[in-house]
Nanobody
Framework: QVQLVESGAGLVQPGGSLRLSCAVS????????IAWFRQAPGKEREGLAC???????????ESVKGRFAMSRDDVKNTESLVTLQMNGLQPEDTAVYYC????????????????????WGQGAQVTVSS
C-alpha cells in the first residue's frame, strides 16, 4: 500500500512562489506516476501535473503550464520525494493541494483524472493573499 504525505503548506503574496513536497512510500513505486491535484472551496478537484515513474516524463494542465514545475527523486525502491515548484501564484491558486499515486494509464494525460488515482495524500493548504 502506498502512502503519501504532503508538506510545504503556507501563505504567500500574489506573484510569489511556494514549493510543495510529497513523501511517497510503499511498494510498486517503479510503476506509479505521481500527480498533484488541487481543490478550491466550492469547486471540483482539478488535476495539475503528473510525473511518470522511471523516465520522469511530465504532463501539465494548461492552467499551470509555464508556472508550475514538478520533479521526482526516487530515493529507494520504496521511497520517492516529489516536489511541485509553484511560481507566479495568484489568489485563484488558493486551494488545498493533494499529491496522488496513479497506476499506468492508457494515455499519459489521464494521470490528471481523479478517477485514475490509487491513493491520496492528506492535503496541504496554499493561500495566496496580500
Amino acid at each position: 500500500q502506498v502512502q503519501l504525505v504532503e508538506s510545504g503548506a503556507g501563505l504567500v503574496q500574489p506573484g510569489g512562489s511556494l514549493r510543495l513536497s510529497c513523501a511517497v512510500s510503499g511498494d510498486g513505486l517503479d510503476q506509479l506516476a505521481i500527480a498533484w491535484f488541487r481543490q478550491a472551496p466550492g469547486k471540483e478537484r482539478e488535476g495539475l501535473a503528473c510525473i511518470s515513474a522511471n523516465q520522469h516524463r511530465t504532463y501539465y494542465a494548461e492552467s499551470v503550464k509555464g508556472r508550475f514545475a514538478m520533479s521526482r527523486d526516487d530515493v529507494k525502491n520504496t521511497e520517492s520525494l516529489v516536489t511541485l515548484q509553484m511560481n507566479g501564484l495568484q489568489p485563484e491558486d488558493t486551494a488545498v493541494y493533494y499529491c496522488a499515486a496513479v497506476p499506468p494509464t492508457m494515455l499519459f494525460r489521464l494521470c490528471l483524472s481523479s478517477g485514475s488515482v490509487e491513493a491520496w495524500g492528506q492535503g496541504a493548504q496554499v493561500t495566496v493573499s496580500s
